[in-house]
T-cell receptor, first 113, second 115 residues
Framework: GENVEQHPSTLSVQEGDSAVIKCTYSDSASNYFPWYKQELGKRPQLIIDIRSNVGEKKDQRIAVTLNKTAKHFSLHITETQPEDSAVYFCAASEGNYGQNFVFGPGTRLSVLP | KAGVTQTPRYLIKTRGQQVTLSCSPISGHRSVSWYQQTPGQGLQFLFEYFSETQRNKGNFPGRFSGRQFSNSRSEMNVSTLELGDSALYLC??????????????FGNGTRLTVT
């Protein structure tokens, strides 16, 4: 089955700096890769996603890149702000048999003022 | 549009008991998935229901079961509770049709504590 690894497990950056979180997946059939942000005590919320027919997607300060050959995808946050502090989860899914997402273990991002 | 609603928010149960958690998806969403979240194991997939049928199942013992009703609402049941079942149980709905790969919309979860 699918296995998703995520690095780093914790990340501290200064406000205004960039943050990069990387995930690798094992199943070459996976074709959908969402990223979720979970603030303390709150629900995970989708922040950006990418499908396998696209190499990069950007939404304001957030971007995701996908390398299908190497089976990894990364989240890039630029100009970080204190409200970006949260746990970020990547996930992978092949979708042929419904909704079956495998999540990475999460990255705790701290943005220091 | 109302979000995914889970009840109750908190539950305290004793080992050996059983528990039922409820989830109401976003209106129009026919897929409901359940996840277990723990500090050590992250988000683990339990199962997915679509049109009242279990479409996918994760690697959890048979003590974990679920069902979906004709209005897409879903329930999850855990029987013979163990201490290790203490976790946040998250329900997520999505608008997916016959296939998959639609964004998950999570509820706030039910925090289950087993003593």
């Amino acid at each position: 089955g699918e296995n998703v690894e995520q690095h780093p497990s914790t990340l501290s950056v200064q406000e205004g700096d960039s943050a990069v979180i990387k995930c690798t997946y094992s199943d070459s059939a996976s074709n959908y890769f969402p990223w979720y942000k979970q603030e303390l005590g709150k629900r995970p919320q989708l922040i950006i996603d990418i499908r396998s027919n696209v190499g990069e997607k950007k939404d304001q300060r957030i971007a995701v890149t996908l390398n299908k050959t190497a089976k990894h995808f990364s989240l890039h946050i630029t100009e970080t702000q204190p409200e970006d502090s949260a746990v970020y989860f990547c996930a992978a899914s092949e979708g042929n048999y419904g909704q079956n997402f495998v999540f990475g273990p999460g990255t705790r991002l701290s943005v220091l003022p | 549009k109302a979000g995914v609603t889970q009840t109750p928010r908190y539950l305290i149960k004793t080992r050996g008991q059983q528990v039922t958690l409820s989830c109401s998806p976003i209106s129009g969403h026919r897929s409901v998935s359940w996840y277990q979240q723990t500090p050590g194991q992250g988000l683990q997939f339990l199962f997915e229901y679509f049109s009242e049928t279990q479409r996918n199942k994760g690697n959890f013992p048979g003590r974990f079961s679920g069902r979906q009703f004709s209005n897409s609402r879903s329930e999850m049941n855990v029987s013979t509770l163990e201490l290790g079942d203490s976790a946040l149980y998250l329900c997520a709905s999505s608008i997916t049709g016959g296939g998959g790969n639609s964004p998950l919309h999570f509820g706030n979860g039910t925090r289950l504590t087993v003593t």
